[in-house]
């Protein structure tokens, strides 16, 4: 079984079992999720990354001894304390952002990234390298909590449609919140270039090495 970190604090389960629900429907992987406390909008900035880290790595250790999963994945872009969680426990911790990266580059060289933060997320950049086409995020998204409004899907298609001109040959989201609005799903009616959705590349990676 597959646990998943969401670093989204929520009380809503059927966001909760967002990622847990898509992995079981599209690949039929048994999955937990749990999410970390007093981070409702998430991680966004340095700050709230250095919260979170001591957060995820205490989630990781009890996922491992208490639930019993066989592998733990952080579904989140920035990959928050991925290395050091696996000096922790003696099973794979995958990181959202590294398997996607990974996954754009077996498809593309020009990969267009679209993000929620200022800048793309670090890891992202230093996997993708040279490859690196372009880096942006929908107007007026901040946040994953942006993700939810109403008009957030158009303006998000909007941003991967100007990647898409700039010559990206391939789209990586940089959020996993990406994946909860269903915005593959839309994307694939408007654009002709492969898509990397974060949520279904953390399943591939633990489908290859389980």
Not at 182 to 196: H, M, W
């Amino acid at each position: 079984m597959l646990g998943i970190i969401r670093v989204l604090t929520t009380e809503d389960e059927a966001v909760l079992q967002e990622h847990s629900r898509m992995m079981k429907e599209e690949f039929n992987i048994d999955t937990v999720s749990r999410c970390i406390p007093e981070q409702w909008n998430g991680i966004h900035n340095d700050e709230t990354l250095r919260l979170a880290m001591p957060k995820i790595e205490a989630l990781v250790k009890s996922m491992v001894e208490q639930d019993g999963v066989s592998a733990v994945t952080i579904s989140c872009a920035a990959d928050p304390a991925v290395e050091t969680s696996r000096n922790l426990v003696d099973v794979p911790v995958y990181g959202a952002g590294e398997v996607g990266a990974h996954t754009a580059l077996m498809v593309s060289h020009k990969v267009g990234v679209l993000g929620i933060t200022p800048e793309i997320p670090p890891n992202i950049a230093k996997i993708l390298g040279h490859n690196l086409l372009d880096y942006t995020r929908p107007e007026g998204v901040s946040s994953t909590v942006d993700l939810l409004a109403e008009d957030a899907m158009s303006r998000a298609i909007s941003a991967c449609q100007e990647l898409v001109n700039k010559g990206a040959t391939s789209i990586l989201f940089a959020c996993t919140g990406f994946s909860t609005i269903g915005l593959k799903r839309e994307l694939v009616k408007i654009v002709n270039v492969p898509i990397i959705d974060l949520v279904q590349a953390q399943a591939i990676a633990y489908s290859l090495t389980t």
